[in-house]
């Protein structure tokens, strides 16, 4: 049984574009978090997704950044005109539907903004 | 923001039981105690959860008071690959609940 894949797992975009990372979550699990770890920093929620709908988004910064968990495909997290505050380790996790345990995390994307 | 407090860092000698306490007092009936380490920029790792009964698994036990307000992570035969930062968490199970990280604390095995 495959962990959480998340791809790529480095990332360089130049100030202004777009990066897109994704998140192939564990077989026959409904739900994705994400998260995101500055340089020296702990981890920070972002988003939680179960397929096509988002639970909850408190984490998510009002502007430029959006995710999504599609019927079918890999979970999403799109930064649009990303800045150098964007660097940083990108991770997200699965778990089943509620009723399941633990949740499982990917080993990241490291996003660099140049 | 997290419901628990944990020390900033720890040392442990190197074969010797590391123990990482927790506290946890607002801890609701329903919530479960989750234990997750970071080995340096790696994913998190889920090391061992529960809700009031100790458990043990080939990786940890984990120790809960019985009043729940705190809890101690024992890893029985520290390695040099146990270096990681140590997240203590509570949240609900049979819901949908998000996973909110603390500091951790910082867990040093020496040679």
């Known amino acids: 049984n495959a962990g959480v894949m998340q791809n790529p797992r480095h990332l360089v975009r130049r100030r202004g574009q777009e990066a897109r990372l994704r998140c192939s979550p564990m077989?026959?699990?409904?739900?994705v978090y994400w998260y995101r770890q500055l340089p020296e920093e702990g981890l920070k929620f972002m988003v939680y997704?179960?397929?096509?709908?988002?639970?909850?988004e408190s984490g998510m910064p009002k502007e430029r950044f959006s995710a999504e968990f599609p019927k079918e495909g890999p979970s999403i997290l799109r930064i649009q005109q990303v800045v150098r505050g964007d660097s940083a380790a990108y991770f997200c996790?699965?778990?089943?539907?509620?009723?399941?345990?633990?949740?499982?995390f990917g080993q990241g994307t490291r996003l660099t903004v140049v | 923001d997290a419901k628990t407090t944990q020390p900033t860092s720890m040392d442990c000698a190197e074969g010797r039981a590391a123990n990482l306490p927790c506290n946890h007092s607002?801890?609701?009936?329903?919530?479960?105690v989750y234990w997750y380490r970071q080995i340096h920029s790696q994913g998190p790792q889920y090391i061992i959860h529960?809700?009031?009964n100790n458990e043990t698994n080939e990786m940890a036990s984990l120790i809960i008071t019985e009043d729940r307000k705190s809890s101690t992570l024992i890893l029985p035969h520290a390695t040099l690959r146990d270096t990681a930062v140590y997240y203590c968490?509570?949240?609900?199970?049979?819901?949908?609940?998000?996973?909110?990280f603390g500091k951790g604390t910082r867990l040093h095995i020496l040679p």
């Open positions: 968490i509570v949240r609900y199970l049979n819901r949908d609940d998000k996973i909110i």
């Open positions: 607002t801890i609701s009936g329903n919530e479960y």
């Open positions: 997704l179960q397929k096509e709908n988002i639970i909850d």
């Open positions: 077989k026959g699990h409904s739900h």
């Open positions: 996790a699965s778990s089943p539907p509620p009723g399941g345990t633990e949740a499982f």
């Open positions: 529960g809700l009031k």
